[in-house]
């Protein structure tokens, strides 16, 4: 890769260029010229510092990742050129500076379009050359809180009961609508269109990505032609304190399993409702069958075994697979399933209820991983014991409690009614800010916006349901005054959900050989730019006996039947199992979207 750079600190007045090379266009001059004048946009004034870099021959940060929740849409070119710009501004009124990068595609490859990328767990995405595949200009901010550096968690508190409200709003949605807004001004300019000219803009991301992506839609509606948001984390308190729910499950009912016991639960509640989908391929695509029709005490008595290993815990709990994952030590593991083990792993699957017997929150599907159980060996006990999972703990601890601790330190003295009351804590607390669960996307909707929205039905960090949950509220809130079968005609004109049969957190499943999306950019550029509406979401089997098979996956409150163990299914209504998906709170006295 080679670059050559050019910085400027001083003021200057340079014509807009309209020229086609790179070597015309990266320049701070031409950049200069084309910085919106401050007042332009509303709340942000540039700040002089700027600088450009001609980049040659360089990759493209690749979408799939778990941060974009899917695979790239092919192209000729496997190497970009791209200017790199590096800009600066200040929130009027305020001595604070936001840096934001963007990513140029030369003009030969500039397709007309703008492209956001999610990041993951706490952090922002980093990288700005997202877009360079698709011809699109993207960009990444730091925040105002070096988030190029720093995750949210670590700058959410100045100190013990001081939250940082600046950093929680640039997180939780204006940093990325910002850089969206101001980065579609400077394309414009870059490329010599007009000021009113269209850009196509979209964003891709999975998990907190997910959630970002849903800010995005919420808040600046206007600005987004396609949006892919994959397994939210949004209502953001419920699901981080939901993390902790397990742990709490083991502490309370004074049983901690090892984890091979569960495994064994899970392996064999994927074993036996593997079929009842009506086709045995490893894969429960009907979770909702197998909570109507199997009984988890059934498995109590049968053996387990697992071999002695060093054991890598969840890190920040997302599937086994995220950064700042540690290793710990496991003996070798034998013995039969017992009725405390069924026990624990039924109430989690059944999900948070207060001590009255009010619902408080949903839970995973059954059959998914129940990574967040997980406990830790002791070698000097001989004993198994409870582990807090940092991803719920950093919450309480940090955003809850206001408190600068990495993790909660014990569950002592705690009940399901404590978890209910950090819940409804951080909801009050960041209702407009991190929870990201508004449901009017009228917005967006009248803008002409379209929502590509997924999830693994066999998640074990984010529940499938909770997506569920939300695209009911939006239509129940946005078609309160049609017919059911009226508003699912017109929300898949432009809000189109599906359930990955089997998957995990935005992505496949070791447990469950199922399919994945691999093309999701590709769809949705089809369905903005040229009106190609999907109605079934393309996905591929990636390992196991169907592997390389092409499933087109049934749009939500539609799901897969197979007949006779055939190689085809049915997309079908089912009363009964969207029942199974639907939930209230009523341990919250006002509505949970």
């Known amino acids: 890769m080679r670059h050559t750079r050019n910085t400027i600190f001083a003021m200057a007045t340079v014509g807009a260029a309209s020229a086609k090379s790179m070597g015309d266009v990266c320049t701070v001059s031409h950049v200069r010229s084309i910085l919106p004048t401050n007042g332009t946009l509303l709340g942000i004034d540039l700040l002089p510092s700027l600088t450009t870099a001609s980049v040659y021959n360089a990759s493209s940060a690749s979408s799939s990742s778990a941060s974009a929740g899917g695979m790239a849409m092919g192209g000729s070119s496997s190497s970009y050129d791209y200017c790199n710009v590096t800009v600066a501004y200040t929130h ?178 994927i074993e036996a409702c593997d079929p009842l989908d009506g086709r045995t391929d490893g894969v429960i695509s009907r979770t909702d069958l197998c909570m109507l029709n199997f009984d988890l005490s059934s498995v109590i008595g049968e053996s387990y075994y697992c071999a002695e290993q060093n054991y890598t815990s969840l890190g920040f709990g997302f599937s086994k697979r995220a950064d700042g994952s540690t290793t710990s030590y496991q003996p070798a593991q034998n013995g039969t399933v017992s009725k405390e083990g069924v026990a624990v792993a039924q109430a989690i699957y059944n999900g948070l209820h207060s001590t009255s017997g009010e619902r408080a ?7 998914s991983e129940l990574s967040d159980a997980d406990t830790t060996y002791n070698s000097d006990t001989g004993k198994w014991e409870l582990t807090i999972q940092s991803t719920g703990g950093v919450f309480v601890a940090k955003m809850v409690e206001l408190l600068q601790l990495d993790n909660l330190e014990s569950l002592e003295n705690t009940t399901y009614d404590t978890l209910i009351q950090w819940m409804e804590t951080g909801m009050v607390r960041y209702l407009d800010s991190l929870q990201t669960t508004l449901p009017d996307l009228t917005t967006f909707q009248s803008s002409g916006g379209k929502l590509l ?55 496949s499943n070791s447990l469950q050989p199922g399919p994945y999306p691999e093309n999701n950019m590709e769809i949705m550029i089809d369905w903005v730019e040229n009106g190609v509406k999907p109605s079934r979401l393309n996905a591929t089997v990636s390992s196991g006996t169907y592997e390389g098979e092409t499933q087109m996956l049934c749009q939500w409150p539609k799901r897969p039947l197979w007949k006779d163990n055939s190689d085809d299914f049915e997309c079908v209504s089912d009363a009964k199992s969207i029942e199974t998906w639907t939930y209230s709170f009523p341990a919250f006295k006002v509505p949970v979207y």
Not at 98 to 118: C, H, I, M, Q, T
Not at 180 to 205: I, M, N, P, Q
Not at 479 to 486: L, M, Q, R
Not at 494 to 501: D, K, M, V
Request: glycine content about 12%; charged content about 20%; aromatic content about 16%.
């Open 92 to 269: 009027t009124g305020k001595n604070d500076k936001v840096v934001v990068k963007y990513a140029f595609p030369s003009p030969s490859e500039f397709k007309n379009r703008f492209y956001v990328a999610g990041g993951g767990g706490y952090s922002l995405s980093s990288d700005a050359t997202g877009g360079l595949q698709y011809g699109a200009v993207s960009g990444a901010t730091d925040a105002g809180y070096d988030a190029f550096d720093y995750s949210f968690d670590e700058v959410v508190l100045y100190g013990n009961g001081s939250i940082n409200w600046d950093a929680t709003y640039m997180f939780s949605y204006q940093a990325l609508g910002e850089m969206t807004k101001l980065g579609k001004a400077l394309t414009r300019g870059f490329y010599g269109k007009s000021s009113d000219a269209k850009v196509y803009t979209y964003y891709e991301g999975c998990s907190d990505g997910g959630r970002e992506g849903m800010s995005q839609v919420q808040r600046y509606g206007d600005e987004y032609d396609g949006a892919i948001t994959g397994a939210p984390a949004f209502r953001h308190s419920q699901q981080q304190v939901n993390h902790l729910f397990p742990a709490e499950v083991e502490y309370t009912l004074d049983y901690y399993p090892p984890p091979c016991e569960l495994a064994k639960i899970v392996n064999a509640t």
């Open 361 to 367: 929150y949903l839970s995973w599907q059954i059959g």
């Open 453 to 507: 929205h997924y999830h693994g039905e066999s998640d074990p960090s984010v529940p499938a349901a909770s997506s569920v949950h939300y695209w009911q509220a939006v239509r129940s809130i946005m078609y309160s005054d049609v017919s059911y079968k009226k508003s699912l005609e017109e929300m898949q004109d432009w809000y189109q959900f599906y359930l990955i049969p089997g998957a995990a957190h935005c992505g």
